[in-house]
């Protein structure tokens, strides 16, 4: 199955009640998400499974497929276009099995080592990270812009950033040929999920046309050392310590 992963929003339901959270899933759909986890970790099997169904119905009326985290169940039970596993989750290459070579299978990876073993097992696209610290109840550990950038190099599949992301703060993934980003409180949280996302899409096109300027001339390796020489490691440890949790 075909999908671009520009700018994926992952939810969060935690404190809205039903008519709110859905609202908010559609707002962020209406600014140009172009791929949406549905992520619920505390949910029963059927819970899981009505919310799923809801969001959804709305993911279809604007023709965004709908990732499942975790459950293979609740994908396959509802008919979504896909499901994220992570590294305690169901192994991939059963997932891979159960699902069949059609749907989306997106898995996490924090090495290069458990890129490619991702990607041998048959996964779509990987999400990395956490770039920056995080206010969901997920449990993150930091991944190193240089983690980054190797696995974007190691692996033919789409990668995608997650951790702490929103429009102002993509600057520090310039040079890094990721293929989108990902976004939770920033866009789930925000004031208006829409233009949330509206903003952060824009940002990251435009990221990627500076990215994209230097790959043509052949500047890859210039863009990495300017990059790093302006935002160092330690300036990096800095903006995250200076209150870069979102």
Not at 16 to 25: C, D, G, I, K, N
Not at 81 to 88: D, N, R, S
Not at 136 to 142: A, R, S
Not at 212 to 237: A, K, L, M, P, Q
């Amino acid at each position: 199955m075909e999908f671009n992963s520009e700018l994926y929003f992952i939810t969060d339901s935690t404190g809205y009640e039903l008519e709110e959270f859905l609202a908010r899933v559609e707002d962020a759909l209406k600014g140009g998400v172009t791929m949406l986890q549905l992520r619920e970790k505390q949910k029963t099997t059927r819970a899981y499974m009505e919310l799923a169904g809801k969001v959804h119905q709305i993911c279809r009326d604007y023709k965004v497929p709908l990732i499942i985290d975790d459950r293979v169940d609740v994908m396959l039970a509802i008919g979504a276009e896909g499901v994220h596993l992570g590294a305690e989750d169901m192994p991939l290459w059963i997932a891979r099995k159960l699902i069949g070579p059609d749907k989306i299978l997106g898995a996490t990876a924090k090495t290069v080592e458990a890129a490619k073993s991702a990607y041998e097992a048959g996964a779509d696209y990987l999400g990395v990270g956490a770039i920056f610290p995080t206010t969901t109840k997920v449990k993150t550990v930091l991944t190193s812009l240089e983690t980054l950038d190797a696995i974007c190099k190691a692996v033919p599949i789409p990668v995608n950033a997650i951790g702490g992301l929103h429009a102002e703060n993509l600057d520090v993934l310039n040079g890094i040929d990721i293929a989108g980003v990902c976004a939770v409180s920033g866009i789930m949280h925000a004031e208006s999920p829409r233009k949330a996302a509206e903003k952060m899409r824009k940002r990251f096109r435009g990221l990627k046309n500076e990215t994209s300027e230097y790959f043509e001339i052949g500047n890859h390796g210039n863009v990495c050392s300017n990059w790093r020489s302006n935002f160092t490691d330690s300036s990096y440890r800095r903006y995250v310590s200076d209150g870069a949790s979102y």
